[in-house]
Each structure stands twice: as C-alpha cells, then as structure tokens.
C-alpha cells in the first residue's frame, strides 16, 4: 500500500467540506442557502464574457500577459497613487498559487511565518505542507484584531525562535478587520528591522466599508503583495490572481512558477483585463452587501447571536455561537441538516477558540441573507 506523506497531513478545509455537504443536499431537493464560502452570488462582469470568443487558448508567459500586467500597474497608479513596474507583476493562478509562490520563495524549511488567529485556514495548512511553522498569533480587541509589533516580538518570546515572516490580510477573513495605515506601516518597520519577510494579502481591497483601504506598496516596496480576481471582481472558479514583487524576487518566482504551474489560464487572464475596466458594474455588487452587512449588523445579535469582531470590510460576520453550544462543528451542520442553511464552523480560522465562532458570508442576494436569518431565528427559538 502507498501511504501518504507526514507533509499531507494537513486539517482540512471546513468551508470547502461545508459547500460539498451543501452542494449535496442542494441536488437532492433541498432548499439550502449557503453562507458558508466567500463566493460572491454575482457573476463575473459582463465585459469580462469577451474572453470566450478569443479563439485560440494556450500557454503564456510564467509571469503572465504583458496587457494584464501592464493593467495591473495602471490599477495602482490610479487606486492608489503608487507607480509599479509591470515587470514586477506576476499573475497567478488564483491567490492561491501567490502564496504557495511567496512561501516556496521566500522561507526554508522550520522557519516561523506569523500569521493571525482567527485568520484564513489555508495558510496554516499550506505553511505545514512545506515545512514551514506558522506562528499563530492571537488577535482580539487588546491588539485592534490585528497583529502588532507588540504580539509579534511576544511570540517571539514565546517560541524562543525568531519570525521569519509577518502574513497580514487587510481586510482580513475571517474577522473582516482592516488595518489602517499606521498599522501596515508598523508592521512593515518592524520587518524590515529584522530582515524579516512582509507578505501582504489584498484579495478583498474593493470591499472595505469602514476604515483606511491601504496597500502595503503605498508605504513600502519591499514587500509582497498578493491580490486575485476572486472577490471584489467576482471571478472565484476564473482562478486568476497577482502577485507583486520586490524586483529581486521576480526571477526566484518565475522558475518556481515555470515549474508548478506553466502559466495562469489565458482566458482567464483576458477576461482579468476587461474586469479591471468594470468598475461601475462591480461597486453595484458591494452595495448589495454592504446593505447585506448592515442587515447582520443588526440581526445576528437579536437573533442571539453577537458579533465577536468588527465588520470594517470582506463579506463575512463572525459571530459568537457559545450560548447555544461549544461546539461549532456539531452546530454548522445541525443547522445545514435541519434548516438548510450552510454557514462555516470556527474551528477552520482558530483552532484554540473557534469552537464558540461561526462564519457567515454574506456575499449572497439580499433575499437570500435575510430568508436564512429567518430560519436561523425560528431554529434557535425551538
């Protein structure tokens, strides 16, 4: 028998286990709402549609169409006022492609890597499959549910090793916590202090509702950013992402890309470019869920279930279901079972606390979101 390696031994991912039982129960009948993945209901923009009638799809560059990379540096000239060499673009396959990337480029085997917790499952999982040890560092309403300095040199002292690599989303998932500007700034001094890595997730920039959207490359360049098509442009199963790079880590990257993935899908690539022009159609999406957003806001703590962070940005609610159980896993599917509502446990973004949490996407239609509260209420009143 052909046994597994020790490196494959990873949790798996909750959300995704939650959205095939949903996906199930949905073919066999069921009326199920799923509020369990960050998948916006919207479809791609409409220009993006385009693509399909290319002709003739195939390999391109590791780095990607010059046209999409070019774009891309045009998204931050005019965004953020920041001047960014397409040469230090790299488009990937989907986000998660960039961080395979960046951790594969940046880090050997048993360094530490900080990230938050809660924080999005799959860094932990991917960071293990390497070799690499994540550093899981508690934020709360002490730390403004970010990281800070301050946490990270007590981790530090906790684990007696020193971080090779600060991993910070702004705005985060699952906390929806963004990170102002003298957060990121403080956080990027204190890497750079150290001669430690400074990865900056974006893939939920476009979908900031309280706070300072700011990219890590308005304060510094010796940074990676990773962003992707999935949320605000509404492309998840595109899988096409971005990378941008410190220019001596452009050519380390493109090797390892060469290898593991050839390039990103050109059609999704040429459709990435048409979406970057759809600006007006793809804020029409965020004002469905801020209104979404400001509904739970509103809701979830009458219905018995209080927020446990703030609702700056992203599309989730995370909320406190400790009052009804201890145990989320058992509770997110009682509840898909018996009412048909998917939502994902905690314990996917915190192992240590996530039994009392649960999250809830609102990245779905208004009458969608509003018919699970529904449910949800009458289901905690029996």
Known sequence: MILPSKRSAVEPFHAMDVLAEATKAR?????????????????????????????????????????????????????????????RIAITTGSSAGFNLAFLGLFDAGDQVAIARP??????????????????????????????????????????????????????????????????????????????????????????????????????????????FSKYYCMTGWRIGWMVLPENLVRPLECLAQSLYISAPELSQIAAVAALGAGEELDACKQTYAANRAFLMRRLPEIGLPLLSPMDGAFYAYADVSAHTNDSMAFAKRMLAEISVAATPGFDFDPLEGHRALRLSYAGSQAEIEEAVNRMEGWLKR
């Open 27 to 87: 073919q066999a009948g069921r009326p199920v709402i799923s509020m369990a993945v960050g998948q916006p209901s919207a479809p791609a923009p409409r220009a993006a549609e385009a693509a399909l009638a290319h002709g003739r799809i195939g390999y391109t560059d590791a780095l990607g169409l010059p046209e999409l990379r070019k774009a891309i540096a045009g998204h931050y000239a005019d965004r953020h006022g920041v001047e960014v060499d397409p040469a």
């Open 119 to 228: 924080g999005y499952p799959a860094y932990r999982a991917i960071l293990g499959a390497l070799g690499l040890t994540a550093v899981e560092v508690a934020v709360n309403a002490a730390t403004g549910f970010t990281l800070t300095p301050e946490s990270l040199e007590a981790a530090e002292r906790e684990t007696g090793k020193p971080i090779r690599g600060v991993l910070l989303a702004s705005p985060a998932n699952p906390t929806g916590t963004v990170t102002g500007r003298a957060g990121l700034k403080a956080l990027a001094d204190w890497c750079a202090a150290r001669g430690a890595a400074f990865i900056s997730d974006e893939i939920y920039h476009g979908l900031t509702f309280t706070g300072e959207e700011t990219s890590a490359l308005e304060l510094t360049q010796d940074v990676v950013v990773i962003n992707s």
